[in-house]
């Protein structure tokens, strides 16, 4: 096995010259060992660069590197000596912000008029600040008390959009034989619409609880939390008499956490900065489907 790390830099438009040269710079100052790597990822509509590191990085290094490329309007993925992309057999993705472009809860509670104060509940969850995500959405799910549930739809309808890339990266999971798990802090309206329109096999989240036609502001069930998304993931890897090393995780927020450490891969997409310090993938520049490039056998 391999006792170097893999750094590979992802963009939209050609990498140029430059953006090397101040890796390589800045790396020397880092003291880390840094050098080109001429293997080749498969073709795709992205840019790649690639090199290898002969010792393992401090956090704040790979900070340093991502600040970097972000400068060259790339993304870098740190793979880790032991990652093996064949060896890769579930995608394991949140879904707001992450699959999609908006916060559902959000959205609905722009039509009563109480968004604001519903993300900023949200927001702070995301971030980490509030640590009990099981009491974070009982609180925005109150506030959406009295909504009519026909919202919704119009939700799903008129604001809902997946993310660029999505489409691809379910074609590609399929096409690579990989188990999708949809697993969500959301809710279930959603999710089940979209495992119908892109294919997952698997969807958890949380069900609004719907009286005469209006929601009641409770959930109904067991809240899925960070803990029960990672605990979905563990159940479908022994599904596949596999293990965790075996998946590829993506999320967003601090509650994805618990599902993406410990991963084959975890990507962290247009994420919070805890999130993104604790991935071994960023994904700001790039869209879903630069996964691919990284689990191409």
Same mark, same amino acid.
């Given at each position: 096995?391999?006792?170097?790390? &893999?750094?590979? @830099?992802? #963009?939209?438009?050609?990498?140029?010259?430059?953006? /090397?040269?101040?890796?390589?710079?800045? #790396?020397?100052?880092?003291?880390?060992?840094?050098?080109?790597?001429?293997?080749?990822?498969?073709?795709?509509?992205?840019?790649?660069?690639?090199?290898?590191?002969?010792?393992?990085?401090?956090?704040?290094?790979?900070?340093? *590197?991502?600040?970097?490329?972000?400068?060259?309007?790339?993304?870098?993925?740190?793979?880790?000596?032991?990652? =093996?992309?064949?060896?890769?057999?579930?995608?394991? *993705?949140? *879904?707001?912000?992450?699959?999609?472009?908006?916060?559902?809860?959000?959205?609905?509670?722009?039509?009563?008029?109480?968004?604001?104060?519903?993300?900023?509940?949200?927001?702070?969850? *995301?971030?980490?600040?509030?640590?009990?995500?099981?009491?974070?959405?009982?609180?925005?799910?109150?506030?959406?008390?009295?909504? /009519?549930?026909?919202?919704?739809?119009?939700?799903?309808?008129?604001?809902?959009?997946?993310?660029?890339?999505?489409?691809?990266?379910?074609?590609?999971?399929?096409?690579?034989?990989?188990?999708?798990?949809?697993?969500?802090?959301?809710?279930?309206?959603?999710?089940?619409?979209?495992?119908?329109?892109?294919?997952?096999?698997?969807?958890? @989240? /949380?069900?609004?609880?719907?009286?005469?036609?209006?929601? &009641?502001?409770?959930?109904?069930?067991?809240?899925?939390?960070? @803990?029960?998304?990672?605990?979905?993931?563990?159940? #479908?890897?022994?599904?596949?008499?596999?293990?965790?090393? /075996?998946?590829?995780?993506?999320?967003?927020?601090?509650?994805?956490?618990?599902?993406?450490?410990?991963?084959?891969?975890?990507?962290?997409?247009?994420?919070?900065?805890?999130?993104?310090? =604790?991935?071994?993938?960023?994904?700001?520049?790039?869209?879903?489907?630069?996964?691919?490039?990284?689990?191409?056998?």
């Amino acid at each position: 096995m391999s006792s170097q790390l &893999t750094l590979i @830099a992802l #963009a939209n438009a050609p990498i140029p010259a430059e953006f /090397n040269t101040t890796l390589l710079k800045h #790396a020397k100052v880092l003291g880390v060992d840094i050098a080109s790597d001429k293997q080749l990822l498969p073709h795709s509509k992205y840019f790649t660069s690639r090199w290898t590191i002969a010792q393992d990085l401090m956090p704040e290094a790979r900070m340093v *590197m991502r600040d970097i490329a972000a400068g060259y309007q790339a993304d870098l993925a740190f793979l880790s000596p032991g990652f =093996k992309p064949e060896k890769i057999r579930v995608l394991a *993705m949140d *879904m707001d912000s992450t699959l999609i472009n908006i916060e559902c809860i959000d959205e609905i509670a722009d039509f009563t008029g109480k968004k604001a104060a519903v993300a900023e509940i949200t927001e702070a969850t *995301m971030r980490g600040e509030i640590r009990d995500f099981k009491e974070s959405l009982r609180r925005r799910v109150a506030l959406l008390a009295g909504v /009519n549930a026909d919202v919704l739809e119009s939700v799903y309808r008129e604001r809902l959009r997946p993310n660029p890339g999505a489409f691809e990266l379910l074609a590609g999971a399929k096409e690579r034989g990989l188990y999708t798990l949809l697993v969500s802090g959301g809710f279930t309206f959603f999710t089940e619409k979209l495992q119908r329109d892109l294919g997952f096999q698997q969807t958890q @989240a /949380n069900t609004l609880e719907i009286i005469d036609g209006k929601l &009641t502001g409770k959930v109904i069930g067991k809240i899925v939390d960070g @803990a029960a998304k990672a605990a979905y993931l563990d159940e #479908a890897c022994n599904l596949l008499n596999c293990d965790k090393k /075996n998946a590829i995780t993506m999320g967003d927020g601090s509650n994805d956490l618990p599902m993406m450490t410990g991963s084959g891969i975890s990507i962290a997409y247009k994420a919070k900065p805890i999130v993104k310090e =604790k991935a071994d993938v960023a994904f700001d520049q790039v869209g879903l489907d630069a996964a691919l490039l990284l689990i191409a056998k």
